[in-house]
């Protein structure tokens, strides 16, 4: 463990991480831009909010990492464990426990508290992407607050489905200016963003950007007035804890079309079963 | 009468090369002025400072803004220029894959000034599309098809469209009917005729094809190698030209 600094990067790199950090968190919703460094993972892997997580955590923080809620994923997995060999922080599964939780795909059921961090791993930072290929025009759109274009986007969804298809990475803006990309999450978890009493923290590793967002920020998912955003899910209860109102994963369980629902946040499930809720499949 | 756009001493050089030199005139509303000349000689240079898109090294352009009355559009702030853009004026390319989005549908491509405006409701967005499409005759029922799926008529048609849906004041039509065959320039002229009286747009058409100036142009300047060589009144010109160039473009044209 002592060959490595603490949390695997060297302190110069922790400090101009840090100083990225608080930019984005003095404008929220700003990307802003970072010397992102080669991680010993591939890119696409959480390479962003691996560098965002060492420049945060000191010796007494507890960690938590989920992939797509759950905690016993390899790309959770992987993470964590580099964690534990390379800061030899306490690391755990209960979300209420953690004080950083790096997440893919995710934010928790349970609602995060003050001092909490949550760091996202960001694929695509620029939510204008896919629409305007070109990164000079993007920034200046974000520059000039033209997001128009956003909801052409948005419209050709509802020309297309007859209503905003867009299920995750749904765009959102922060205190009525910066446009922002959630990350993957999906919609369901959008009006979790806002209002949060934790720090959110966005690393894009490849794209080398961070943004974040403060406590208690104002979130707004984009919408129509006559098709306003809807934030849904899979109409079914857990099929372990029974809960109704987390975010469900459909699991195949043959191959004559049998499936269950059960929650994606596997800590969220645990617990509830702990406390002797049960779903109509459990054991 | 206030002009709606007053261009003064407009120069532009590509180095020790000329693109447009010491240009100047005036653009009343509701006026088309059409500038000609053979390739290579300024037009599009002209037409990109006085849109925006190029920065003139010397001359002001002043435009008639609807807020604050004329305002100097070289030396005005970006944001101000690019609303401008989006709201008064309007710029046709002449190959519409420049000006449409061609991965986005019809419908996206028109409402798509409207949104950047801050229309945000869906059913008057699509709305005013369809009846945009039907002013410039394609079918509204083709509104959630893509351009790629259209013909070159009417792919200029929609820019059009989607150009003219903020009811701008201005516009810039970079040779509107090249690449387009003869029956189809036709339909496009005789369209832009009448959205240019019915709208009391005002125009400047770059184009090297002197049947679209007769048809549309109330005003012409010829230009050659960056200069200004002859201009005033459309049919004057063209019946009869003055300057030694203008004579050989108007007699270059094949009579059928």
């Known amino acids: 463990m002592s060959a490595y600094n603490f949390a695997y990067l060297d302190e110069q790199t922790k400090r101009m991480i840090r100083r990225a950090i608080l930019k984005g968190l003095a404008i929220p919703g700003y990307q802003v831009p970072f010397a992102s460094r080669e991680m010993p993972m591939p890119y696409g892997w959480g390479t962003g909010g691996v560098q965002v997580s060492a420049a945060v955590l000191i010796p007494d923080d507890t960690f938590k990492v989920i992939d797509q809620g759950s905690d016993d ?27 950083v939780i790096q997440t893919r795909h995710r934010i928790p059921e349970e609602r995060l508290h003050e001092g909490q961090i949550l760091v996202y791993q960001v694929p695509i930072p620029e939510p204008l992407r896919f629409l305007e290929p070109r990164e000079s025009e993007t920034r200046k759109m974000h520059g000039l607050e033209e997001y128009g274009l956003m909801h052409v986007k948005l419209y050709e969804d509802i020309s297309r489905h007859g209503h905003i298809a867009t299920s995750y990475a749904y765009p959102v803006k922060v205190e009525g200016r910066y446009v922002m990309d959630p990350s993957p999450i999906p919609k369901f978890d959008n009006p979790k963003l806002g209002d949060m009493a934790a720090i959110q923290l966005f690393g894009a590793g490849r794209e080398q950007r961070i943004y974040a967002l403060p406590p208690y920020t104002q979130v707004v998912s984009l919408d129509f007035e006559d098709h306003p955003f809807e934030a849904t899910k899979a109409d079914h209860a857990c099929s372990l804890c029974g809960s109704e109102d987390s975010y469900q994963d459909e699991v195949i369980i043959d191959d004559a079309g049998r499936r ?24 | 009468m206030t002009p709606l ?14 693109g447009c030199a010491d240009v100047s005139f005036d653009l009343y509303p509701g006026e088309v002025m059409g500038i000609v000349g053979e390739s290579g000689s300024g037009k599009s240079t002209l037409l990109n400072c006085m849109a925006g898109q190029l920065v003139p090294d010397a001359g002001e352009v002043v435009f008639d803004t609807r807020a604050n009355g004329p305002q100097n559009t070289v030396t005005m ?6 609303m401008l853009s989006r709201t008064d004026w309007a710029f046709v390319h002449q190959h519409a894959c420049d000006g449409l989005r061609m991965g986005i549908s019809a419908g996206g491509n028109v409402g798509e000034r409207l949104m950047a405006v801050g229309e945000r409701h869906y059913g008057d967005i699509r709305g005013d599309a369809k009846d945009w499409l039907q002013r410039v005759e394609i079918d509204a029922a083709r509104v ?3 351009p790629t799926t259209f013909s070159g008529g009417m792919q200029q048609r929609l820019q059009i469209a989607r150009n003219l849906v903020t009811g701008p004041r201005l516009v810039f039509m970079d040779e509107p009917t090249g690449g387009l065959d003869v029956s189809v320039q036709a339909r496009l002229l005789d369209l832009l005729r009448g959205l ?6 005002s125009a400047i058409i770059v184009t090297h094809d002197l049947a679209v100036v007769r048809l549309l142009a109330d005003r012409l300047m010829v230009m050659k190698s960056g200069r200004v ?28």
Do not use: W
């Open chain 1, 73 to 99: 994923t390899t790309n959770a997995v992987s993470i964590r464990t580099f964690f534990e060999r390379t800061a030899g922080v306490e690391t755990t599964t209960v979300t209420r426990d953690a004080s």
């Open chain 1, 260 to 283: 269950m629902f059960v929650c994606s946040d596997a800590d969220y499930c645990k617990a509830r079963q702990a406390a002797g809720h049960h779903g109509k499949d459990a054991a």
């Open chain 2, 5 to 18: 756009l007053s261009v003064r001493g407009i120069t532009k050089r590509y180095g020790t090369h000329i």
């Open chain 2, 77 to 82: 702030s970006e944001p101000e220029r690019r």
């Open chain 2, 144 to 146: 959630d098809d893509r």
């Open chain 2, 196 to 201: 240019v009286r019915d709208m009391n747009l």
């Open chain 2, 229 to 256: 060589v002859e201009a005033g009144l459309t049919d004057q010109i063209l019946d009869d030209p003055q300057h030694a160039y203008s004579q050989l473009l108007v007699s270059s044209v094949l009579q059928v």
